[in-house]
């Protein structure tokens, strides 16, 4: 058994030291000297991406080395890596709007873009609420995305040319008009967009720092829900989507692949966006999960990555420790994780994230 240091990501859209459960995981974990409790503590990586590398506490080996060197703590199936990134996400504002490439796009951009697309390798994700978990994910039904920008006189000009398309009972005309709807929405000035904005101030609740950001408007076109402690979704290549706030599970294949649009200093790669987007108008649904013995909840995606396992424990009276990231070389090798206890539910998940 290795007990394992691992990455800690201070992006600036995660919660502050002091309610973030990522910053209760490292102070519980000790995988950093101390906890400043102003500072944003974003992301909690379990993996071996080499944007963030677990490590191992006894040595400080990189945990990707020591299975590199022993290759019998892998089953053969998961090619001599860990073929899956776990997280814990602590959410405090919006993140980009985004999408992740497929296996083939991954390997063009990555060519072309190595910098911006550090993977050859596409990015499928689910996540699995700790906390009411708000997020924006897949487009509004078409009659949605009309009412909503229909109300938004500085964009009346693009519904005069497409308002009959759009509505279409043939959904593939509606997708293909709801591309160049899209795709004419997202190539608008900052000028164009901050006056826009001015009559969208629901829009800023989420947004107050991206003033002339084009990603405001996502609201207008993209679904918004909230998923309950314990209720999950998927993401499968080039669904847009935005984590607006909360905690939560995250697992993925491993890679650190992003194409981002709007609400987000970064860089920003609409083009290749608007281009690869399935355009399918309906966010995904809750991905439900298999109930596979008492207590033990199972989330099986449709990809070969990776699955999680979540055992349910009902709050008792008697403390107990946060176990994170212990890898048994007799078993396949698993993260764990734990629901911190300052999380106030009534049930508490131990999360194991595997390749299958």
Known sequence: MYKLVCSVQSYAWGKPGSRSTVA???????????????????????G???????????????????LKNHPNLLAAHEKGTLQYLFKVLSVEKALSVQSHPTKEEAVVLHAKNPTHYPDPNHKPEMAIALTSFELLCGFRPPREIYSNLISQTSYLIILALYREKLVAEDESIARKTLKNVFTKVWSSKPEDVSKAVKAMSILLKYTPYCLGDVGVFAPLLLKYFTLSPGQATFLGPNQPHAYLSGDCIECMACSDNTIRAGLTPKFKDIETLCANLTYAMSGPPIFPHKDVAPGIKLYDPPVEEFAVEALEVQRVSFSYFIKICNIDVNQPLRNVTRTPPHVETDVSYDFFGFCR
């Open 24 to 46: 209760a995981l490292v102070r519980e974990g000790q995988h950093a000297k101390y906890v400043d409790n102003e500072k944003p503590y974003a992301e909690f990586w379990m």
């Open 48 to 66: 071996v991406h080499p944007n963030g590398p677990a490590r191992l506490l006894e040595t400080s080996e990189d945990l990707s080395n020591r």
